[in-house]
T-cell receptor
């Protein structure tokens, strides 16, 4: 069975500083990895994905993620945080067959002015 | 493109009642998945529909059932509602066989009293 772990319930960062939201995964085959963001009382918004290719993936709003196969990690990063980045972030893994996603429990990102 | 649309946005039901939630997928998508997101948790997979059939199912009781129509839209039905069914229900659409990401609707907030 596939699984995702987000070890931090909350990440606090000052505006302008770099941010990292951690994610590790477990899957039997080649992983399809995703990051989604959720604003209050809203659905999930796609940020970026890793399917194959370069280990550094660039996505929306200046976010990027680094795939590390040996550490089974897919950490989300941004060089300079904005207050508007404050939201709930979910890492998800998909099996190679059907498009069923398994999500982590989420990490709340709080960016202070 | 309207993206994934769900209705209604909010719903209040009484224990024991039945509820139907609706979802229209993003244009061009043929697969619909439903997720339950309890407060403070990540989304949990309920089931997935493709070609009007349930293709995969998560760990949810038979009280949860669904349907997909020829136009790819979908319904989620929950019978004999329990207080624990209170959650945000998310619909996601995708294109089968592709490596593309799933797109989510804004969700239906179900409250069971």
């Amino acid at each position: 069975a596939q699984s995702v772990a987000q070890p931090e319930d909350q990440v606090n960062v000052a505006e302008g500083n770099p941010l990292t939201v951690k994610c590790t995964y477990s899957v039997s085959g080649n992983p399809y990895l995703f990051w989604y963001v959720q604003y209050p009382n809203r659905g999930l918004q796609f940020l970026l994905k890793y399917i194959t290719g370069d280990n550094l993936v660039k996505g929306s709003y200046g976010f990027e993620a680094e795939f590390n196969k040996s550490q089974t990690s897919f950490h989300l990063k941004k060089p300079s945080a904005l207050v508007s980045d404050s939201a709930l972030y979910f890492c998800a893994v998909r099996d190679g067959g059907y498009s069923t996603l398994t999500f982590g429990k989420g990490t709340m990102l709080l960016v202070s002015p | 493109d309207a993206g994934v649309t769900q209705s209604p946005t909010h719903l209040i039901k009484t224990r024991g009642q039945q509820v139907t939630l609706r979802c229209s997928p993003k244009s061009g998508h043929d697969t619909v998945s439903w997720y339950q997101q309890a407060l403070g948790q990540g989304p949990q997979f309920i089931f997935q529909y493709y070609e009007e059939e349930e293709r995969q199912r998560g760990n949810f009781p038979d009280r949860f059932s669904g349907h997909q129509f020829p136009n790819y839209s979908s319904e989620l039905n929950v019978n004999a509602l329990l207080l624990g069914d209170s959650a945000l229900y998310l619909c996601a659409s995708s294109l089968s066989g592709s490596g593309t990401e799933a797109f989510f609707g804004q969700g239906t907030r179900l409250t069971v009293v």
